[in-house]
């Protein structure tokens, strides 16, 4: 079974700073089947980022994904007072793996 | 519009049994994958099971033999019957749909809001 590990766990940044969010696969996974979901408290997942890079509906082009075989990232070029939040990769298997998550939150 | 409303959780003793329900309404539950994940408190996502377009199903095997993932067709409403349960099952439960987007695998694309399931004495 795939595990998905995120670094860091916390991640403590100004509005307007860049954010770096990282997810490493403990083997080697298709980048088709990875996915990025971002969690506000109290509410649901949403889904940000499929395909590794791929945006979903309406998701804004500050988020970008990248990466391929064990190493993914998550790029928040500007952060926005609405995405500090905990974020999630995701990997479509035989089970539906998430990572442990990543807190992103204000300095 | 997709949308996903759960209802079933409540406060439950180890041991006891829970059916969780999950009604659908913008699209056809049998024509799509659906799962459940659920979050214990303050910890992070846990896929737990899945019902297939075609009726297969499959299971996290922390609640393999104890739970069944099933749907009514008629009703366009997901189901999760909870049997055995421990403190462990604590969690909000969410029901989520899979959709393969392009040159993407499944992926959760729309999410319920959310049921607790809290199993205590």
């Known amino acids: 079974e795939i595990v998905l590990t995120q670094s860091p766990g916390t991640l403590s940044l100004s509005p307007g700073e860049r954010g770096t969010l990282s997810c490493r696969a403990s083997q080697s996974v298709s980048s088709s089947y990875l996915a990025w979901y971002q969690q506000k408290p109290g509410q649901a997942p949403r889904l940000l980022i499929y395909?590794?890079?791929r945006r979903a509906t309406g998701i804004p082009d500050r988020f970008s994904g990248s990466g391929s075989g064990t190493d993914f990232t998550l790029t928040i070029s500007r952060l926005e007072p609405e995405d500090f939040a905990v974020y999630y990769c995701?990997?479509?298997?035989?089970?539906?793996?998430f990572g442990q998550g990543t807190k992103v939150e204000i300095k | 519009e997709v949308q996903l409303v759960e209802s079933g959780g409540g406060l439950i003793q180890p041991g006891g049994s829970l059916r969780l329900s999950c009604a659908a309404s913008?699209?056809?539950?049998?024509?799509?994958?659906m799962s459940w994940v659920r979050q214990a408190p303050g910890k992070g996502l846990e896929w737990v099971s899945l019902?297939?377009?075609?009726?297969?199903?499959d299971y996290a095997d922390s609640v393999k033999g104890r739970f069944t993932i099933s749907r009514d067709n008629s009703k366009n409403t997901l189901y999760l019957q909870m049997n055995s349960l421990r403190v462990e099952d604590t969690a909000v439960y969410y029901c989520?749909?899979?959709?393969?987007?392009?040159?993407?695998?499944?992926?959760?694309?729309?999410w319920g809001q959310g049921t607790l399931v809290t199993v205590s004495s």
């Open positions: 995701q990997h479509y298997g035989s089970s539906r793996t």
């Open positions: 395909a590794a890079s």
């Open positions: 913008g699209f056809t539950v049998s024509g799509t994958y």
């Open positions: 989520a749909r899979e959709e393969r987007l392009a040159a993407s695998g499944p992926v959760f694309d729309y």
């Open positions: 019902i297939y377009s075609g009726g297969a199903t």
